[in-house]
Every structure is written in structure tokens, then in C-alpha cells.
């Protein structure tokens, strides 16, 4: 199974060199859930804090994948002003 992956802000050290800023690239998976896109990618995974598969967003790291799917990566987001 191949899906498609995009790493944003400080998760972008985990996707392959070259890879420009939100661009995709494909990762190969056995098994076709969101937890061996971690594991293949080797980041932590509470480091995964926001993620989208095909646009709509998931909290299960366990959600099964289907081929050619798009799922999107973000860090935790912090900031602002009080």
C-alpha cells in the first residue's frame, strides 16, 4: 500500500531530503494505519498533534489507511498573546 504524506513545521526533519515545503511524498506501508506512518518515519508520536487524513481530521493513530490516501502532519501549535 502507498499513501502520501505531508510533515509541517518542525516535523518536516522526518520527511526525505528535498522534499520542498507542502510537498507530498509517498510512503510505503505494510499494514495502512496513521501509527506505521510514525513508525516508518521514526518521529514521536506525541508529536503528531494534528493530523488530516483526505482533509478531515482524525484523532485515532489506529485508523486504517487506503491506498493513495493524503495524510497531513502537524506538530502541536502554540503562541499568541494574553
Known amino acids: 500500500m502507498h499513501v502520501n504524506v505531508k510533515l509541517y513545521a518542525t516535523l518536516r526533519q522526518f520527511a526525505p531530503p528535498g522534499t520542498a515545503i507542502g510537498e507530498s511524498f509517498e510512503v510505503e506501508l505494510q499494514h495502512g494505519r496513521i501509527s506505521d506512518?510514525?513508525?516508518?518515519?521514526?518521529?514521536?508520536?506525541?508529536?503528531?498533534?494534528?493530523?488530516?487524513?483526505?482533509?478531515?481530521?482524525?484523532?485515532d493513530l489506529n485508523q486504517k489507511?487506503?491506498?493513495?490516501?493524503l495524510v497531513v502532519f502537524f506538530p502541536p501549535v502554540g503562541g499568541g498573546s494574553s
Request: hydrophobic share 45%; net charge neutral.
Open 37 to 59: 506512518i510514525i513508525a516508518r518515519l521514526r518521529f514521536p508520536p506525541d508529536q503528531a498533534r494534528i493530523i488530516f487524513v483526505n482533509g478531515v481530521r482524525t484523532f
Open 65 to 69: 489507511l487506503s491506498d493513495d490516501d
